[in-house]
């Protein structure tokens, strides 16, 4: 597609629950990016993928969150054992990768609002 | 990584300039200065970037000082539309290049008619 794809766009779920959400980069962009943004603050770093691997998984707050990308394309951020404190907006972005020209622009999604009441 | 400070918000007239500032003394030889924004309800979206020359694209115009400790984000014409949170990144280079942006609070910009 043209941009960045995150499904669903809004999910509620109760405390204790497991979460997927979806991320459908764009065509062609090796690099994959999950951030998760809370109410009034900026973006925070989860994740990295180069390909199908994770290269940076540093910003995982816990072992509860999980995420993959078998294919090299699409990738699913996993949570488990939900708490309302994950309640956030998390964004995916892509980006052509590589290179240290700095011209590697992140294009990001509109984000996957998660509620956990 | 170099650290940014940015006013938290600003306010411009619609079609007037708009200059946000960002300090970076922190910065490093080999860093960029990225800028994004992000409306309401939408991802983060890219504006401009700059090494040490200034930069001018469709959107925006980058200034950065000699010294490259602080820059200048700058819409010419703004507009209600650009009403938005205005975040100055220094991008942090990481192995393969991959472009791992680390996010402030930013500057909230309130265009008024």
């Known amino acids: 597609g043209a941009g960045v794809s995150q499904t669903p766009s809004n999910k509620v779920t109760e405390k204790g629950k497991y979460v997927e959400l979806r991320c459908d980069p764009i065509s062609g962009h090796t690099a994959l990016y999950w951030y998760r943004q809370s109410l009034g603050q900026g973006p925070e770093f989860l994740i990295y993928f180069q390909g199908t691997g994770a290269a940076d998984d540093s910003g995982l707050p816990n072992d509860r969150f999980f995420a993959v990308r078998p294919e090299g394309s699409v990738s699913t951020l996993k949570i488990q054992r939900t708490e309302r404190g994950d309640s956030a907006v998390y964004l995916c972005?892509?980006?052509f990768g590589g290179g240290s020209s700095g011209a590697n622009v992140l294009t990001f999604g509109a984000g996957s609002r998660l509620t956990v009441l | 990584d170099a650290k940014t400070t940015q006013p938290p918000s600003m306010d411009c007239a619609e079609g007037r300039a708009a200059n946000l500032p960002c300090n970076h003394s922190t910065i490093s030889g080999n860093e960029y200065v990225y800028w994004y924004r992000q409306i309401h309800s939408q991802g983060p979206q890219y504006i401009i970037h700059g090494l040490k020359n200034n930069e001018t694209n469709e959107m925006a115009s980058l200034i950065i000082t000699e010294d490259r400790k602080s820059s200048t984000l700058i819409l010419p014409h703004a507009t209600l539309r650009d009403t938005a949170v205005y975040y100055c990144?220094?991008?942090?280079?990481?192995?393969?290049?991959?472009?791992?942006?680390?996010f402030g609070a930013g500057t909230r910009l309130a265009v008024h008619p």
């Open positions: 990144i220094v991008r942090v280079l990481i192995s393969g290049g991959y472009n791992k942006l680390i």
């Open positions: 972005a892509s980006s």
